[in-house]
């Protein structure tokens, strides 16, 4: 069995409003970061595909195979059109 | 009483007034006379901005009979070259007692000279003749900002030769605009093709009541060439296209992405980083935005990101998610600021990060953002074939031409007739649809995308007609 891992998730534009939160902490047993969407995705009925979606890491950008560490800040970052 | 005010290449004389309420008639006239800080002046020569000296000129004696309780005032201003002893300006102002006749007359010589752009040269017996500010010059302008070193002369006069576009002249671009007309950038143009609406008001503040309804580009540079005379201001009242962007872009040494819409913004990242001109974009979500500098070929830029942006619909836009007007206000500042910084090399622009800020508690992230290298933009990647086409494009796929609105839209607008439409309205919609290529349009091209989006799954060669009929009713349809 995987064990958990402590993160923080950062949710802007219309993950905040999907999710109700700007920021939490939470426990996951996700390895990478598109594991970690993926399962966010799913708890909170995210509307947007995966690929449409950028996570940036500890202030960066970061690929979607990049694994997480524990204390790890990911902030979740989607594209955004009002003008 | 309609007050006069003229410009004249022949000699002038004070304008006769006639008021039978006025007690105090005042004319003042102003002579070329033979020296200047101690020069002798020889003759001299006045050059105007004809349109706009008249529509100021008549505007300050407007001013003036309000101010002062006038019954008629006029005034008339010579061009061309003159001598020594001829009249160059005459003004007439007709008051029910003297007190004010004297006051208003030396009011308006004085706005004259400050606001009404008409230029003197003078001619002197000894040297190089030389052009007389009456309006004020770039040093009464720009003193503030040219005290910083960061500024200084040489960095006003670049941002004098400079040329900026500004795409979207809605939330963002309206402060992005103001600012930068402010700030005496050489040449700002204006690429919008809407109507200003009224709902969008609130965060667009280049525009009010009065203007709703008139093209945004066109009203927009109006207000600003008024408000900044000096600065060249350059109306594109269309909407960026694939067809129409390199044209427009041609030329500029910045752009500013002020647009609303993905579609938009993914359509001016492609056509900067193909001509290679840096651009701000910034975009907005409620009370939070993100803004980033985009430099190609240097740093990464928006597809880098996002390869293949999602259709409108899923991220939400202003009419739907709502906007205050500050945050649309602060992003468009922040913009120009950027745009300044660019252009004078001051800082550190946002190059290599994108910041984003949430209003509601002043949290602010930089995120790192590096070029990728497969990029279907800037990189070696392939560009997907894009969802939305253009009516031209449309045109030219040879296609079924699908109209998904409902029956009652259908009765109010039927859509160009230079295509046969089949029409299945989406609440009753069956599939059934011919083979062969689809153009699916509605309304707005929402509703199409989503359609067009579905079929692609099913394996379907279809297309969303972009902006939708209602967009097409506005423009001239070939």
Known sequence: MTSKISITVRYFAIFREERGLSEEALETSAQTVEELYAELKLANGFRLEPKWVRLAVNGAYVPATRHLAPGDEVVLIPPVAGG | MSVRFSLSREPILAPVLSAADAGGFVDFVGRVRNSNEGKAVVGLEYEAYDELALSEGRALLEEAVRRFGLMDAACVHRLGPLKIGDAAVAISVAAPHRRQAFAACEY???????????????????????????????????????????????????????KVLVVGAGGLGCPALLYLAAAGVGQVGICDGDKVDCSNLHREIL?????????????????????????????????????????????????????????????????????????????????????????????????????????????????????????????????????????????????????????????????????????????????????????????????????????????????????????????????????????????????????????????????????????LVDRTVP
């Open chain 2, 207 to 471: 525009f009010g009541l009065p203007e709703v309804g008139q093209a945004k580009a066109i009203t927009a540079s109006a207000t600003l060439s008024r408000m900044y005379p000096h600065v060249k201001v350059v109306a594109h009242p269309v909407r960026l296209t694939h067809e129409n962007a390199d044209e427009i872009l041609g030329g500029y040494d910045l752009v500013l992405d002020c647009t609303e819409g993905l579609r938009p913004k993914f359509l001016l990242n492609d056509r900067c980083v193909g001509v290679g001109i840096p651009f701000v974009q910034a975009s907005i979500h409620q009370f939070e935005g993100q803004i980033q500098v985009v430099i190609p070929a240097l740093t990464s830029c928006l597809r880098c990101l996002f390869p293949s942006p999602p259709t409108d619909g899923c991220v939400g836009n202003c009419a739907e998610s709502g906007v205050l007007g500050f945050t649309a206000g602060l992003f468009g500042t922040m913009q120009a600021a950027e745009a300044v910084k660019l252009l004078l090399g001051i800082g550190r622009p946002l190059t290599e990060e994108t910041l984003l800020v949430d209003l509601r508690d002043w949290s602010t992230i930089k995120v790192r953002r590096e070029r990728d290298p497969g990029c279907p933009a800037c990189g070696s990647g392939n560009m997907e074939r894009p969802l939305e086409v253009e009516w031209r494009e449309a045109l030219a796929l040879n296609a079924n031409w699908i109209d998904v609105r409902e029956p009652v839209e259908v009765a109010a607008e039927p859509g160009p007739t230079s295509v046969d439409w089949i029409r299945k309205p989406l609440s009753t919609f069956d599939g059934g649809l011919p083979a062969g290529t689809l153009v699916i349009a509605c309304a707005h091209g929402v509703r199409s995308a989503g359609v067009a989006a579905m079929l692609r799954q099913q394996g379907r060669e279809a297309y969303s007609l972009a902006g939708g009929i209602d967009g």
């Open chain 2, 108 to 162: 308006v010589i004085d706005q004259l000279k400050q606001r009404v752009p008409i230029w003197k040269k003078e001619h002197y017996a000894e040297g190089p003749s030389d052009w007389v500010g009456i309006s004020p010059t770039p040093s009464d302008l720009y003193r503030r900002q040219i005290t910083l070193p960061e500024v200084g002369c040489a960095g006003q006069e670049r941002l004098g030769s400079s």
